[in-house]
């Protein structure tokens, strides 16, 4: 499939947990949306791109997800998470990294346990980010 700049990936509400696997390649997206009260835990050799263009965004909202592949901020992004949920961004093969930088908005959690590499500013406007590394 072809992807373009303001793809959106919605992660639905699902009757059980599910796990995706994100092949070797980098998927270029604008938005991550996961609307499902059970968790969806995305892994693989893959990563999440955000491009240098337009507006980019994680958002949780609703359920207590995981993301365990590199996302690569070309510009910064807002990671939204909606009160009583959280996003996990989980060690050891991903990496928060790039030009860009992070906006926490939402009431929920965002874990970040993971190297973190990216050079942009980290803005907390609500809610709360839990960093956990060595």
Do not use: C
């Amino acid at each position: 499939m072809q992807q373009t700049r303001n793809d959106t990936a919605v992660f639905p509400n699902a009757p059980y947990p599910r796990t995706v696997i994100l092949n070797s390649s980098s998927i270029e997206i604008s938005e991550v949306r996961f609307d499902s009260d059970m968790t969806y835990w995305l892994f693989g050799s893959g990563s999440l791109y955000f491009p240098p263009a337009g507006l980019g965004s994680i958002r949780a909202l609703r359920g207590n997800h995981i993301i365990g592949v590199p996302i690569d901020l070309q510009k910064d992004i807002t990671f939204d998470i909606a009160a009583n949920n959280s996003l996990t961004v989980l060690s050891p093969n991903n990496l928060l990294r790039g030009s860009g930088g992070i906006t926490k908005t939402g009431a929920g959690d965002l874990y970040l346990l993971t190297p973190n590499e990216h050079r942009g500013k980290t803005i907390i406007n609500n809610g709360s980010v839990i960093i956990a590394d060595d």
